[in-house]
């Protein structure tokens, strides 16, 4: 029976997410293009955004809160993070965690490790969730925000040259390599009682994202075109259902995915 609910846990969750995406693709940005969404909420028009306007407004609002403009405690938590990795923090941080997978003690290991700076996940988590609550309070419509992010499809004026479109910093055609720090992070969040729940469902809708952008290589600056929608569903139907064993092992592949998602 276990096994029957599990296998049906599975199928609603890939039925959702390609529900949400399918909804995204075909109409989503038409839908928003006029600075509403279903909420009834209204955002000031901005010259020269491209993309869906909710969509723009999470990802610059996020930037918004966790960089531009830190909290005392957003900056505190960012101070004993980096005390923690020595100052060099995605190398660090990465290189630390792929050996420790390979270690049998795994993830025991990887949340000891990670122990020390609980209270600062938990303050980043708290400040990554309210953005996300705020502008998408039913999670699965995330998902089609992580897909425009992915695509880069999302130009936004306001923020800087060079850096304009709302996805994962890269150089022009190369994968992204920050997917695995932000992931790494929710591992440790998962691992260590910060809002486990919630990191657990929002994992995989980053992978998706990381499998998107690394078929779509966008420009950092510049409108890019959406992906074929099927490319989009396929890639959703790959993605979405994905547990953290898998997400652990597919997260071992550096800096793009690997070809097939690894069976758990």
């Not at 997410?17 to 969404?37: D, M, P, R």
């Not at 499809?153 to 390599?177: I, N, S």
């Not at 929608?229 to 259902?241: S, Y």
Request: contains cysteine.
């Amino acid at each position: 029976m276990a096994a029957q609910d599990h296998s049906r846990r599975r199928a609603l969750q890939i039925c959702l997410g390609a529900v949400a995406l399918s909804g995204y693709a075909t109409g989503g940005t038409t839908a928003f293009a006029a600075g509403h969404h279903p909420e009834g909420h209204h955002y000031p028009e901005v010259p020269g955004m491209s993309g869906d306007r909710r969509a723009n407004e999470l990802w610059y609002r996020f930037n918004v809160a966790t960089l531009y403009e830190q909290s005392a405690d957003v900056k505190e938590a960012y101070a004993q993070i980096n005390g923690h990795f020595g100052g060099n923090l995605p190398v660090t941080l990465r290189e630390n965690w792929a050996a420790m997978y390979k270690e049998p003690e795994y993830p025991r290991n990887y949340a000891a490790f990670m122990a020390p700076v609980t209270r600062a996940l938990r303050i980043l988590s708290r400040v990554q969730l309210d953005v996300f609550d705020t502008y998408y309070p039913h999670s699965r419509r995330l998902v089609g925000a992580f897909s425009d992010f992915g695509q880069g499809t999302l130009f936004d004026p306001r923020e800087r040259p060079g850096l304009r479109v709302h996805t994962m910093d890269a150089r022009p055609g190369q994968a992204p390599t920050a997917y695995h720090t932000w992931y790494l992070f929710m591992r440790a969040m998962m691992l260590l009682g910060v809002d486990v729940d919630r990191w657990r469902r929002v994992a995989p809708m980053l992978a998706f994202a990381w499998a998107v952008q690394n078929t779509a290589l966008p420009a950092m600056d510049e409108v890019n075109p959406p992906l074929p929608v099927n490319t989009l569903r396929r890639l959703a139907r790959t993605w979405l259902p994905t547990g953290s064993r898998q997400l652990d092992a597919a997260f071992q592949s550096f800096p793009a995915p690997p070809e097939t998602v690894p069976r758990p």
